[in-house]
T-cell receptor
């Protein structure tokens, strides 16, 4: 069974700190990985995509991918209260469908 | 950026009635649209994959006769929940993939979701 697993949290960090979110996947065929942010009652919003090993930075966000370890992470620098949300990790497999993790709830404390 | 709309944003219906939810890609053509369901405090669960001009592919455990999907054009897919029951109450979200990116990145753009409550 293809799975994407995340530490469910909740994760709390003080404002200005680095928030680290982790994700592992079981399907070695997966080639594309995504981080979505979902505010309560809203639909997911794509914040990062990563396709090759290494780091990808976009503003305060850095995604890291290690295909050998089947591991994806998201770092949020200078965390803000507005970053408080549930973060969903997703992997796209051979069928080009997305498999989502259960999400990590992040709270940034002012 | 790619925009996906859904209508209605919320709906309340009586048990036994049917409800239709529309998903539209506003500024791009979508060869493939996806329908998800999300229960409170849970992650998104893929219900079906909808390809323009062909029958939808349903995930295991999703009743295709209960959740009717029609993808009549490259910008519109509809989900009809037939004979709805209280246990169908959920947050239904569609997503679409840009046709121009066929073979490229797998990014999906999500609609704002439709909250269905069946009384």
């Amino acid at each position: 069974q293809k799975e994407v697993e995340q530490n469910s949290g909740p994760l709390s960090v003080p404002e200005g700190a680095i928030a680290s979110l982790n994700c592992t996947y079981s399907d070695r065929v997966s080639q594309s990985f995504f981080w979505y942010r979902q505010y309560s009652g809203k639909s997911p919003e794509l914040i990062m995509s990563i396709y090759s090993n290494g780091d990808k930075e976009d503003g305060r966000f850095t995604a890291q991918l290690n295909k050998a370890s089947q591991y994806v992470s998201l770092l949020i620098r200078d965390s803000q209260p507005s970053d408080s949300a549930t973060y969903l990790c997703a992997a796209s497999g051979s069928a080009r469908q997305l498999t989502f993790g259960s999400g990590t709830q992040l709270t940034v404390l002012p | 950026g790619a925009v996906v709309s859904q209508h209605p944003s919320w709906v309340i219906c009586k048990s036994g009635t049917s409800v239709k939810i529309e998903c539209r890609s506003l500024d791009f053509q979508a060869t493939t649209m996806f329908w998800y369901r999300q229960f409170p405090k849970q992650s998104l669960m893929l219900m079906a994959t909808s390809n323009e001009g062909s029958k939808a592919t349903y995930e295991q455990g999703v009743e295709k006769d209960k959740f009717l999907i029609n993808h009549a054009s490259l910008t519109l897919s509809t989900l009809t929940v037939t004979s709805a029951h209280p246990e169908d109450s959920s947050f239904y979200i569609c997503s679409a993939r840009d046709r121009s990116l066929a073979g490229g990145p797998e990014e999906q753009y999500f609609g704002p979701g439709t909250r269905l409550t069946v009384t």
